[in-house]
């Protein structure tokens, strides 16, 4: 008696039981859904990313500014490299101009010397010259004189070769940077300032004077 009457309790609790369990999982599921909603819509009206805010573009006239800025520095960096590129071909061709006159002048003070080997040369042979007499059965001084010429004549060959040459100035116009003036002759039959005869001779090596030519000068006769 006692079993039927709760087996008979139990099917009446049963289905309480039943909607009482159920109710708390779906409150539980409204408020589940209303903090998603809450957050969404917190998410949506959160401040804004800053990268999507609109940028202001530079106005036209400072991009002008800016433009002719930069051609003016491009004209000026230009202009800085012509000149350091013309600086340096300039300074290549002074080197280079000192070092072909290195090599063309380098053996000017040996010039210098030889060409008082060719002046006593040149007298010592003209001594000869006057010296020789045909008649003479034993003609030495004649070939000491040939000798002598044909050697003045190979130095004056070499001295050719080499760029060394011997001025001539009798007859033209006195020039300060070749001629020394050393005495002056009346101008008979010869214009005034022009060079009458030469006491030495001078030489010039590639052009360039290493002796001056000792000269006289005619000038008018005075009465």
């Not at 063309?104 to 042979?125: H, N, P, R």
């Amino acid at each position: 008696m006692a079993g039927r009457s709760l087996r008979a309790a139990r099917h009446h609790l049963n289905p309480l039981l039943s909607l009482g369990a159920q109710r708390p999982s779906r409150d539980c599921l409204c408020v589940f859904s209303t903090a998603a909603q809450q957050r969404s819509t917190g998410d949506e009206c959160g401040p804004e990313d800053p990268r999507d805010e609109p940028r202001h573009p530079l106005s036209e006239r400072t991009l002008e500014l800016k433009a002719s800025k930069l051609e003016e520095q491009v004209r000026d960096l230009t202009e800085r490299y012509r000149k350091a590129l013309a600086d340096s071909e300039n300074v290549r061709r002074r080197t280079q101009k000192f070092v072909e006159d290195a090599k063309l002048f380098g053996i000017q003070s040996f010039c210098k010397d030889l060409v008082e080997v060719a002046d006593i040369m040149e007298k010592t042979t003209e001594t000869a010259a006057r010296e020789a007499e045909p008649s003479d059965p034993k003609p030495t001084l004649k070939k000491i004189y040939e000798g002598l010429s044909l050697i003045e004549a190979k130095l004056q060959s070499v001295f050719a070769k080499h760029g060394l040459q011997k001025m001539n100035p009798v007859g033209g116009k006195y020039d300060p940077y070749d001629h020394e003036i050393v005495c002056h002759v009346p101008a008979e039959g010869m214009q005034p300032g022009t060079v009458a005869l030469v006491t030495q001779d001078g030489y010039k090596l590639h052009g360039r004077t290493i002796r001056h030519a000792h000269v006289g000068v005619a000038v008018e006769s005075q009465e």
